[in-house]
């Protein structure tokens, strides 16, 4: 779509896999100090972030922006195991910059999947989209595969096939 994409990942392999498709640069949040590298990286800051994760990320974002930002809020999985939310400290940062955070729900755009699916399909054919898949096989394998996640066992998207499961079960 023509973004400069700085991506964020757990671990050198994942950083490396990144580049390799699509981000011109990577940053590993498990070592990296995120806001630090952001400075190196991009010293003039955020126009977009699409936020998978929350947290201690969403908060070195929020403090990088630049004016008229975009923040779409997808995911929070850095949430979902914390025993004490995180207390994001400078949602002020949003209004400073006159910038935007909208929440981003798929479910909430089932009119569009077809027209989506179309983009995501001619994005395959013309090799700009490139599927990556972990699949784990079977009903029994449902947990793993859920576990993977937080984790960050899988590397693409993680599926579960139950293509060899009793068709009574399906
Ligand atoms: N808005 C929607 O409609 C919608 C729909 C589906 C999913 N989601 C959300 O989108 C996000 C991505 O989900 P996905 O299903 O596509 O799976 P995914 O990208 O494969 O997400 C799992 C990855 O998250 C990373 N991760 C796990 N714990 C983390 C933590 N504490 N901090 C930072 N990263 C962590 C791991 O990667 P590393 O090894 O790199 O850490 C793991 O491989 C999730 O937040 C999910 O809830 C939103």
Wanted: proline share 4%; aromatic share 10%; charged share 25%.
């Amino acid at each position: 779509m023509g973004c400069d994409v700085v991506g964020i990942a757990g671990g050198p392999e994942k950083c490396a896999f990144i580049l390799d498709h699509g981000c011109s640069a990577a940053i590993d949040y498990k070592t990296d100090d995120i806001g630090a590298m952001l400075d190196q990286l991009r010293p003039d800051g955020i126009d977009l972030y699409f936020d998978n994760v929350g947290g201690e990320t969403l908060e070195a974002c929020f403090e990088r922006l630049r004016m008229n930002a975009r923040i779409v809020l997808c995911g929070s999985i850095s949430e979902y195991t914390r025993d004490v939310p995180f207390k994001l400290s400078n949602y002020t940062r949003l209004r400073a910059t006159d910038s935007v955070m909208r929440g981003f729900f798929v479910y909430n755009h089932l009119d569009r999947w077809e027209e989506v699916m179309d983009d995501l399909s001619g994005w395959m054919a013309d090799g700009r989209l490139t599927p990556v898949q972990d699949v784990e096989e079977g009903f029994a394998a449902m947990p793993r595969a859920l576990a993977n996640l937080y984790y960050g066992a899988n590397v693409g998207v993680q599926c579960c096939s139950v293509r060899g499961e009793p068709q009574e079960w399906l």
